[in-house]
């Protein structure tokens, strides 16, 4: 990556509070192997593990930068952007996809305008296609957060939107 463009991908990312990645460093530091509480702290207060974030914990455990990326790029449990407040799951594996699952994924893209592994502008919604959720007997099957929808139909997906439009963002 050249200069210019990290110099323009600093500059885009949002301010990020580094007292919040404080507390969470300073709750591990005597921890041996503390990097991974550590990430997992500061991406359940931030909501995914933005780059200063990830710089600032390099310099404050003493370790390469480039282990931080390599433990945030390899386990998919990380985030380096920004997701929604309401993450839809649809489950594509086999007993999902006889029973209906591509027609549900598309009408979720089609509806919130989005498409697999994004988020929408507001930070609403992320939309993920997973391989299996593990009720295969309600398939096909979607979840919101930590709420199940199984038996899912089209009508079912606007229902779902309709109802977490309707959720506060805080």
Do not use: W
């Not at 009720?135 to 997906?157: E, H, I, R, S, W």
């Amino acid at each position: 990556m050249s200069e210019a463009v990290a110099q323009q991908a600093k500059e885009q990312e949002p301010e990020v509070d580094l007292s919040i990645a404080d507390k969470v460093i300073d709750k591990y530091i005597d921890l041996p192997g503390n990097l991974m509480p550590v990430l997992q702290g500061v991406q359940d207060e931030y909501g995914y593990v933005p780059r200063k974030v990830a710089d600032y914990v390099a310099e404050r455990l003493n370790v390469y930068p480039s282990q931080i990326y390599g433990v945030l790029t390899f386990y998919a449990q990380f985030h380096l952007k920004p997701r929604g407040k309401f993450i839809i799951r649809v489950c594509v594996g086999t007993a999902c996809h006889v029973s209906g699952a591509p027609r549900i994924v598309e009408t979720f893209f089609d509806k919130l305008h989005i498409g697999h592994a994004e988020t929408t502008p507001d930070l609403r919604y992320t939309f993920e296609k997973v391989a299996c959720l593990g009720a295969c007997g309600m398939a096909p099957l979607a979840m919101v957060n930590d709420d199940t929808f199984g038996k899912m139909t089209v009508q079912k997906v606007d229902e779902i939107i309709a109802e977490y439009n309707q959720r506060p963002m805080k």
